[in-house]
């Protein structure tokens, strides 16, 4: 999880969203996966939104217990 960076950007005029799952460290970048869900995609999946928000919380939490800086 240290090295590794979501994003959501969005939502454009028409609705769609940025979706951006990368990994790797900035000395050696690794890969990247970005989707581009349509609004209705987005509407229709409430539970997306749920669990990207999970998956940013976990890689926050994630990078601050690497750091030394996460809860005991």
């Given at each position: 999880m240290?090295?590794?960076?979501?994003s959501?950007t969005?939502?454009?005029?028409?609705?769609?969203?940025?979706?951006?799952?990368?990994?790797?460290?900035?000395?050696?970048?690794?890969?990247?996966?970005?989707?581009?869900p349509?609004?209705a995609?987005?509407?229709?999946?409430p539970?997306?939104?749920?669990?990207?928000?999970a998956?940013?919380?976990?890689v926050?939490?994630?990078?601050?217990?690497?750091?030394?800086?996460?809860?005991?």
């Open positions: 240290r090295h590794l960076q979501l959501v969005g939502p454009d005029r028409k609705g769609r969203r940025t979706v951006t799952i990368a990994h790797g460290r900035p000395d050696a970048p690794g890969g990247s996966l970005t989707w581009h349509t609004a995609e987005w509407e229709a999946s539970e997306l939104a749920a669990l990207l928000a998956v940013l919380e976990a926050r939490a994630g990078g601050d217990s690497a750091s030394g800086r996460g809860p005991a």
